[in-house]
């Protein structure tokens, strides 16, 4: 019963920028959480690399592989790296300068192990996202999609405890002290974070209600 096992067959999956200068893969990849994100964040973070179309479906989401940093390994271009936060509070949100592609979403704090991978970064090295990381689980946030989408509260659960798996486990087995988006002697992102001034956020927004 395949669609039931969350661990699928463990590949080290490419992860590359469009123009190819960040490289590196996704190992583990069975053991990854694939949800479609339609907040109105994700979408902002989409037009805010001006790349809405290639980032979002026809609903406004975002195929997102949620899975631990210390399975991410950059192995060329990491200078490339870029993070911004829509507000002071916000996710760090990833992306590279050569060419606006998305990388992932992490929380400002690296003791949370936890990113939520892009598709985008997912797709340009070979190898399909269903085969290494299985379909998508669930859709998330559907209260600010364009158009109609099912959202299921048993598959929002286990997205839920999910989460406190990957998260709780790293914790308990040190694994969150590998991550290729922080330094953690110091706790600070590898890239100093844009944090969107107001003016900046209701710009972005009022393309995405454009959309709608
Ligand atoms: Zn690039
Ligand atoms: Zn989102």
Redesign the pocket.
């Known amino acids: 019963m395949r669609a039931a096992s969350w661990e699928l067959v463990a590949v080290n999956h490419p992860l590359q920028c469009r123009c190819g200068t960040l490289k590196g893969y996704v190992s583990h990849s069975g053991n990854v959480n694939r949800c479609v994100?339609?907040?109105r964040?994700?979408q902002a973070f989409a037009h805010f690399l001006g790349r809405p179309a290639e980032i979002l479906d026809a609903q406004g989401g975002?195929d997102v592989i949620q899975t631990r940093p210390a399975n991410v390994t950059f192995t060329q271009g990491r200078d490339v790296l870029a993070c911004m936060r829509l507000a002071e509070k916000g996710l760090l949100r990833w992306y590279t300068t050569c060419c606006n592609t998305p990388v992932g979403n992490t929380l400002a704090d690296f003791r949370v192990s936890f990113v939520g991978l892009v598709h985008n970064c997912l797709e340009g090295g070979g190898g399909s996202l269903d085969d290494s990381f299985g379909p998508i689980r669930a859709h998330?946030?559907t209260k600010s999609t364009q158009g109609k989408v099912q959202s299921s509260p048993v598959a929002m659960v286990l997205v839920i405890l999910r989460f406190i798996a990957l998260a709780g486990g790293a914790r308990i087995n040190g694994s969150y002290k590998r991550t290729p988006f922080f330094s953690v002697d110091t706790g600070a992102p590898v890239a100093t974070p844009k944090v969107l001034s107001l003016s900046e956020r209701e710009a972005l927004s009022a393309r995405i209600s454009s959309t709608e």
């Open positions: 994100c339609y907040c964040d994700c975002t998330v946030n």
